[in-house]
């Protein structure tokens, strides 16, 4: 899937996928199938807040297991309003990390307890430093690892990046990779690549996970702002605040 430019999720997402008739034929994925007993959990999120979006339920789900949890940020997130004056990077290298923060404590995750690795990679710039980046990972993986990051196909940049640098780094040090989409559901097909529906596994959430979940994104607030004066819309679109009312997350196993 050719990756999608920031500014092109800016314009409204389109439903694309998300009335797809594959979505009620996936299977669903016991918790205790997709992570074992004692396993410990690591969240790869390429820009702070992608790991509410990814699996923002789903974590919830495992700290009432009292799975161990790491969390790696690879970048501060602060190229998400190029040109702004009002959020300009400098800014958002400090609000986006306090906004992960404020977001984790509404989905009630042990903040005490939560190891959180910050990687400083220059946001909007990843594939160019794929190869570091995962040797970077590898360092703060474990055999036997279960890791969570975005699909390498998800249609952004880096995005895509992060799930193939993860990808290698799952791989060399014998941790299970998992893959989630993101805006994989709001951008059409292109180049013949498709959503992997055979990979698919749902994971349920009950309304409680849902609404605390939404409660979380909405600790984003640099994200659910856009920029009028320069005609930058929201990277928190409508569409995808919709999307994450559905009763499931869905995992690429």
Known sequence: ???????????????????????AHIPIIALTSLVTPGARVVVIAPHPGDEVLACGGLLQLLSTREHPLQLISITDGSASHPGSNVWPARRLSVVRPQESVEALRRLGMPLHSLKWIRGGFLD?????????MSQFIARYLQPGDVVLTTWRNDGNADHDAVGRASAKACSLVGAQLYELPIWA??????????IPWQRA?????????VARKLHAAHAYASQLAGDPQIGLAPMLAQELLERMREPYEIVFV
Do not use: Y
């Not at 800016?10 to 797809?20: C, H, K, L, T």
């Not at 909007?124 to 570091?132: G, I, Y």
């Open 1 to 23: 899937m050719k990756p999608a430019s920031l500014s092109e999720g800016r314009r409204g997402p389109a439903q694309i996928w998300n009335s797809a008739p594959q979505l």
């Open 124 to 132: 909007n710039a990843l594939p160019a430093r794929e190869q570091p």
């Open 185 to 194: 559901w709001h951008c059409p097909a292109r180049e013949g690549a498709v």
């Open 201 to 209: 596994r749902k994971v349920r959430l009950d309304s409680w996970s």
